[in-house]
């Protein structure tokens, strides 16, 4: 059974960073693996802001969070890492990680973790 569990979040006043990490409790064995960042804000539907795949070493990013927010694994991909730059307060929501073992990107993920919040202040 995989488990995905978030850490790093927490409050942050704009302008500030933050890196949310995904740890991962086995490894990935395999060359098709895509994991992805969510993030959903209260009264608000869940976002996808980021995703990383082997296929082509692609990783895409929502328009809200380009240039800001950068996605990175550790070299066994057990860890999934999310760096926050200039945090603005609608960046605020609980922030999950997703992946599945597939190649490109998908719509729909395997496994998820429990969130953790992010918090930004003006």
């Known amino acids: 059974q995989v488990q995905l569990v978030e850490s790093g979040g927490g409050s942050a006043q704009a302008g500030e960073s933050l890196t949310l990490s995904c740890a991962r409790s086995?490894?990935?064995?395999?060359?098709?693996?895509?994991v992805a960042w969510f993030r959903q804000a209260p009264g608000k539907e869940r976002e996808r802001i980021s995703c990383l795949s082997t296929g082509g070493g692609r990783k895409r990013y929502a328009d809200s969070v380009t240039g800001r927010f950068t996605t990175f694994t550790d070299s066994a991909k057990m860890t999934v890492y999310l760096r926050m730059d200039n945090l603005q307060p609608d960046d605020t929501a609980v922030y999950y990680c997703a992946d599945r073992h597939i190649r490109y990107c998908p719509s729909e993920f395997d496994h998820w973790g429990q969130g953790t919040q992010v918090t930004v202040s003006s």
């Open positions: 086995t490894p990935v064995t395999v060359d098709r693996y895509a």
